[in-house]
């Protein structure tokens, strides 16, 4: 039986869409979508547009497994998507990419907060970055429907349709998996970006020799810890040496801390020692009892 939809003119008879082979099914089966901070944040700052009757209708579709192919390019992502015809529905959602100039002054700041950049080298999204952004003016979250274009093949007239709004809550698993994804569609890819982020001071940090004072590490680990062993840290008194292992080392690229890195690693590594001491103390001490 037809019924009347409250944002089409026409009467339509209710249909399943046809099944995809292969589809992209969405982890979240029930509940919310998106698991970080900036998964979360695309599915809240695209709901907050008053648009929630509309863009729940493409959960289902979302879970269901009906987006064929999902592409994130600089500026614009695309897909395929089944509905009830044979041929699946074109997508296109389009962001705008910022300018070189502007990629420019974000990465001139985040050279600037080591912590950032480091998260970032770990596959995270510091929330620092989206201040930074903001900072300048930008977002890297769309700020209003209408900085979001969007265009699909389908007949319904609303915007977004299911099949647009199933896009959108894939994309907030995408960002999930790799938030330089997010980075991409304004338009900075992941290896641009960390090569930008490649300050001197990290750069000698790699093509510096080891200092000539380490020990190459013993294939036996008994050797490693046995008594004696050079690798173990032993505190002398009125002396200040640098850790064993930070002579293996050498001091970061990214240190940027007033004290020298030998120094404050001395510190660290004197405060365990003296906290194992104490707790020792402490257990010995009880067991007697």
Not at 133 to 150: A, E, K
Not at 209 to 223: I, T
């Amino acid at each position: 039986m037809s019924r009347y939809s409250d944002d089409e003119w026409w009467y339509y008879t209710p249909a399943a869409p046809l099944p995809v082979r292969g589809g992209i099914r969405a982890r979240s089966q029930r509940g919310a979508f998106g698991m970080t901070w900036w998964g979360r944040r695309w599915v809240l700052t695209l709901e907050s547009f008053d648009i929630g009757a509309r863009l729940s209708r493409g959960k289902s579709y979302a879970r269901g497994g009906q987006v064929a192919d999902l592409v994130i390019g600089a500026g614009e992502v695309t897909a395929s998507v089944q509905g009830t015809r044979r041929k699946p529905y074109a997508v296109s959602i389009q962001l705008r990419s910022f300018t070189p100039e502007e990629w420019q002054g974000i990465v001139r700041r985040l050279r600037r907060m080591p912590i950032e950049v480091a998260a970032l080298l770990q596959g995270e999204m510091p929330e620092a970055l989206d201040a930074i952004v903001q900072g300048l003016g930008l977002s890297l979250f769309p700020t209003t429907s209408r900085d979001l274009r969007t265009d699909c093949s389908c007949p319904d007239w609303s915007n977004p349709c299911k099949h647009i709004a199933a896009v959108y809550y894939l994309l907030a698993e995408a960002f999930d998996d790799d938030p330089f994804l997010l980075l991409r569609l304004r338009g900075m890819d992941r290896d641009q970006l960390l090569a930008q982020l490649q300050t001197a001071a990290v750069r000698r940090a790699v093509a510096e020799p080891r200092p000539e004072s380490a020990v190459p590490l013993p294939a036996a680990p008994s050797e490693f810890w046995g008594s004696g062993s050079p690798f173990i840290y032993n505190p002398i008194p009125d002396e200040n040496p640098p850790p064993p292992v930070v002579a293996l080392l050498g001091p970061p690229g990214l240190w940027r801390a007033e004290r020298r890195f030998d120094e404050a690693m001395h510190s660290v590594f004197a405060l365990g020692v003296e906290t194992a001491e104490e707790f020792t103390a402490f257990w010995e001490g009880g067991e007697e009892a």
